[in-house]
Nanobody, 118 residues
């Protein structure tokens, strides 16, 4: 089983950028699709973006399309989420998971908190 650790969250002003990282343990990271999800205060967790094992196929939620970019570096066992033009409504705890399933329901790691101020 892949163990995942998210990092890179923080406080940023609206319009700013952040890059999240998710580092995996285990030798089979390159064989897994990877996804990012988020949970805003008082809301259900939602799908954000996903990438296939090679990085050749990506998928985004409509709310982040054109602003966020998912990528991966299999040699580093890491998947990234570059977030540009951030909005206050992007404020959430962001989680990664070894899945392309937009309805994935866990388990989850500790996540990383992103706070976008207006």
């Amino acid at each position: 089983q892949v163990q995942l650790v998210e990092s890179g969250g923080g406080l940023v002003q609206a319009g700013g950028s952040l890059r999240l990282s998710c580092t995996a343990s285990g030798r089979t990271f390159s064989s897994y699709p990877m996804g990012w999800f988020r949970q805003a205060p008082g809301k259900e967790r939602e799908f954000v973006a996903a990438i296939n094992w090679s990085g050749g196929s990506t998928y985004y939620a409509d709310s982040v399309k054109g602003r966020f970019t998912i990528s991966r570096a299999n040699a580093k066992n890491t998947v990234y989420l570059q977030m540009n033009s951030l909005k206050p409504e992007d404020t959430a705890v962001y989680y990664c998971a070894a899945t392309f399933d937009t309805d994935y329901n866990g388990p989850w790691g500790q996540g990383t908190l992103v706070t976008v101020s207006s």
